[in-house]
């Protein structure tokens, strides 16, 4: 005589909740960790200066620790992949995120702007993602590089985005190397 189907639907029903619980558990660990990492994210600027690009649609891909692609961070909410749309002004990257909070970024914090093909489990055959570096001032006050993915939906418009970080990366002080 086999088990009951009842017995087999509940504990594989216990299971499925305690996976869920444990990868709650797990994202609200990574969080708190990368808190204590990062500090505080950098202030936005009163005046983010005038538009340097239209409002572009792109995919917000993931912010990680700097060189560390498969290192999410998950505190302020800069672990959620989603949709966003980007604008750049005179003195500050805006990123206006879907379902999360938005990232204002003072050309003062950004430090390097690249292309990539991959980034946390988004890999794509060109290097249409557009990869921001920038700092954050860690709680003990030393500099912490993060980088953020972003990937506009269309072609054209990651050149543009590229461009216009660089151009106001020459607003931002000489990068400093992590620690």
Excluded at 48 to 55: H, I, K, V, Y
Excluded at 61 to 86: C, D, I, K, S
Excluded at 102 to 111: Q, Y
């Amino acid at each position: 005589m086999g088990v009951p189907h009842e017995v087999t639907i509940t504990v594989l029903a216990v299971l499925a909740v305690a996976a869920l619980v444990g990868m709650a558990v797990g994202w609200r660990r990574r969080s708190a960790r990368t808190a204590l990492e990062i500090g505080a994210l950098p202030v936005a600027p009163a005046e983010r200066g005038a538009p340097l690009t239209d409002a572009i649609a792109a995919s917000y891909v993931a912010t990680t620790f700097h060189g560390q692609w498969l290192e999410r961070v998950a505190a302020h909410g800069l672990g959620v992949r989603g949709r966003a749309t980007v604008t750049v002004h005179e003195r500050a990257l805006v990123v206006e995120r879907v379902g999360a909070p938005d990232l204002v970024l003072p050309a003062s914090t950004l430090r390097r702007v690249a292309r990539s093909s991959g980034m946390v489990g988004k890999f794509v055959a060109d290097a249409s993602i557009v990869v921001i570096t920038w700092a954050s001032s860690g709680p003990d006050g030393h500099e912490v590089l993060l980088d953020t993915g972003l990937r506009p939906d269309h072609s054209t418009e990651r050149d543009v985005l590229d461009e216009a970080v660089r151009s106001i990366l020459s607003t931002a002080p000489a990068p400093k190397e992590q620690q």
